[in-house]
């Protein structure tokens, strides 16, 4: 009983610390330290979950989408989006776009 009530306070702690991820983003161009291993522990699997999610919801939702001609919207919203927010995006960074390749 006891561990199963600590296991969930760390998982809510993790998922919290998750969503304050970019908080912990340093103002300069690479990622914070923190910011990366909460992106590598907590974020990327959760994305890759949302990515999976969203390809069974695109399939479900597929033929009334193509009925109403918003396939390409619904792919881009359901996977190809968390799809690029979870492999392309850089580690730690809060956005797919890449930081500069300066020096830390």
């Known amino acids: 009983m006891m561990h199963k009530l600590i296991r969930s306070r ?7 610390a998750a969503m304050s991820a970019p908080a912990f983003a340093a103002p300069e161009s690479q990622p914070a330290d923190g910011a990366m291993v909460l992106d590598l522990v907590v974020a990327r ?17 597929l033929p009334f989408t193509a009925l109403g001609g918003g396939v390409g919207d619904a792919a881009d919203t359901l ?9 392309v995006r850089c580690l730690g960074c809060t956005s797919s776009s890449r930081p500069s390749s300066s020096a830390r």
């Open 10 to 16: 760390a998982v809510i702690a993790l998922v919290c």
């Open 45 to 61: 699997p959760l994305g890759a979950a949302r990515t999976v999610l969203g390809a069974a919801v695109f399939v479900v939702s």
């Open 79 to 87: 996977v190809i989006g968390p799809a690029k927010e979870t492999f």
